[in-house]
């Protein structure tokens, strides 16, 4: 009853917006953030990661360790209404090796899953859009890759389109898991390289409470095959001790 209530406050949280429009679609993929895009009525978008990697050297008790893992993580889309859609998301399958002294560990299992609805929010601007997601992760993963714990969050998505080429945003989330609160701010930039071509770049900041600011940047490519269909390949470092020192990788999205 108690995930219940928490559930049923995000999603009213997202629902109390008012009079709401239809944005143009849009895939999520890649970044931090999300657009302001919502999934077409009776339509379905798979994002698909092919897979996200991520590298890790850290020193621990004076001892030098290293940290590999690769992830397959997805996340489904599907319109509910011209300004709402339900999101539904895997942290998927991921394989971990970690060496340290000379001995390599590796391990491999399935992450968290996640369930969302993503509503517009309209503005009454011709360049400016925004979207509300409210977000439940659940804690379904095997031991080593779970969050172990359900996060409730709320995020914002803000884009304002500068000119034809140029689109810059920002993503607001707030977490919630055991009474602990976590803040994620993500500015954005996106832009038209030509007719198929596009990229975008972004800076992250996290506060967990308890732990230290963690941040990093990212940057990266989009292909969009048509209008169905795109794929994307991206690059990032960590700026500070406690996210990993290198993530990257490739993803492919459809809408069926």
């Known amino acids: 009853m108690k995930q219940l209530f928490k559930i049923t406050m995000l ?22 953030g999300f657009g302001t895009g919502i999934t077409p009525v009776g339509r379905l978008a798979w994002e698909q990661s092919l897979p996200s990697a991520s590298y890790t050297k850290a020193s621990i008790a004076n001892d030098q360790q290293q940290s590999v893992s690769l992830q397959e993580d997805m996340v489904f889309r599907t319109g509910l209404t011209k300004d709402m859609e339900l999101q ?38 011709d360049r400016m859009t925004m979207a509300l997601l409210g977000q439940v992760v659940i804690a379904t993963g095997n031991q080593e890759f779970s969050n172990h714990d359900n996060i409730y969050a709320v995020s914002s998505s803000v884009q304002y389109a500068q000119d ?49 600011i963690q941040t990093s940047v990212a940057t990266g490519v989009i292909y969009a095959l048509n209008n169905r269909m795109q794929f994307d390949a991206s690059i990032g470092a960590g700026l500070s001790g406690d996210v990993p020192d290198y993530k990257g990788g490739f993803g492919v999205s459809f809408l069926f």
């Open 11 to 32: 999603t009213s949280v997202v629902f109390s917006t008012g009079h709401v429009f239809a944005d143009s679609f849009s895939f999520d993929r890649p970044g931090t």
């Open 88 to 125: 539904l998301g895997w942290a998927g399958p991921t394989w971990l090796k970690t060496t340290q002294n000379g001995k390599k560990t590796t391990v491999n299992g399935s992450g968290d899953m996640s369930v969302g609805l993503k509503k517009a929010v309209d503005l009454h601007d």
């Open 164 to 212: 034809d080429i140029l689109t810059t945003g920002i993503t607001m989330r707030y977490e919630m898991q055991n009474s602990d609160w976590a803040v994620t701010a993500v500015p954005t930039l996106s832009y038209k390289l030509s007719k198929k071509w596009s990229g975008y770049s972004e800076f992250v900041y996290r506060k967990q409470e308890s732990e230290h």
